[in-house]
């Protein structure tokens, strides 16, 4: 199912579609793979539901499918012929005329060891999970142009990695997270109640919790494709859940609901029981 071709407008990112129909148009010269992923993805994902974007953004996020730094350096260099210059990290590139930012993540053959050293700058991208997530990847329209997506649940791995490689500088990765679990349930409520309807309690619904323990269960399924990337999310969550009290996590996710430690630790937990399941 794709979105309305009027949807991206609800974005409310300036020049968002003349981005990326400038980014459509490299890649497809160049003859590369590439995903429109962060924020954006998210927002699109539920915007097929009709909900709208909790916070707004002037980056815009993608992951590409490339071999070498000198296929990286290629699709730089058109980019800066269209006026997208290279700012502070490596990967980010700054429009003047649309004033947004974007960040152009490589993946694929380029990986070594999940880091993409840009030497020249001393800085290191972490790319673990990208490949799994993205094999995965979902569809919405943009105008007349088709933009790939990483599912919700793959979002969510990658948002934990995002936030355990950084936690100081990364708490929006924690909304984004507690957005996509709270809209989960309506936005897949058909799937939900056929395929995952041992999931409901014997008592009172909760479908916050419902919800995390479905995306827990199809997180799973990526999470499968690679040891290393299951033990990267399970000790996130081992850490996180050993003590609530001190769990940035739970601190975060009681905070934004309004609720005590112990029901954001209960969310914790039924997001490792699906992906235990």
């Excluded at 497809?28 to 097929?48: C, F």
């Excluded at 996590?249 to 699906?274: H, N, P, T």
Aim: negative net charge; hydrophobic residues 40%.
């Amino acid at each position: 199912m794709n979105t309305s071709n009027q949807s991206y407008k609800e974005l409310s990112i300036p020049f968002f579609k003349e981005t990326f129909d400038c980014i459509d148009n490299i890649m497809q010269k160049h003859k590369v793979p590439y995903y429109l992923i962060g924020v954006s993805a998210i927002a699109l994902e539920l915007l097929k539901d009709g909900i709208k974007p909790s916070r707004g953004t002037k980056d815009i996020d993608f992951a590409i499918m490339i071999s070498s730094m000198r296929d990286y350096e290629a699709i730089s260099i058109d980019l800066e012929k269209q006026g997208f210059n290279k700012v502070k990290a490596p990967w980010t590139f700054y429009s003047d005329t649309y004033k947004v930012a974007i960040d152009l993540l490589p993946f694929g053959e380029i990986e070594e060891k999940d880091t993409e050293n840009f030497n020249k700058r001393n800085a290191e991208l972490h790319l673990l999970g990208f490949k799994e997530v993205l094999e995965e990847a979902e569809q919405v329209q943009i105008g007349e142009k088709i933009a790939n997506i990483p599912p919700l649940p793959g979002m969510i791995i990658l948002k934990l990695i995002a936030w355990s490689d950084r936690p100081e500088e990364r708490e929006n990765d924690l909304e984004d997270i507690l957005k996509i679990i709270q809209n989960y349930f309506d936005l897949a409520f058909d799937e939900i109640v056929e395929e995952h309807h041992d999931t409901f309690p014997e008592g009172e619904l909760d479908q916050i919790l419902v919800a995390a323990e479905v995306l827990g269960r199809k997180a799973r399924k990526i999470l499968q494709k690679s040891q290393k990337l299951s033990d990267r999310i399970n000790v996130v969550l081992k850490t996180n859940l050993a003590n609530p009290e001190h769990s940035q996590i739970s601190k975060e996710l009681a905070r934004r609901l309004g609720r005590d430690i112990e029901y954001a630790k209960d969310i914790l937990m039924a997001f490792q029981k699906g992906i235990s399941y």
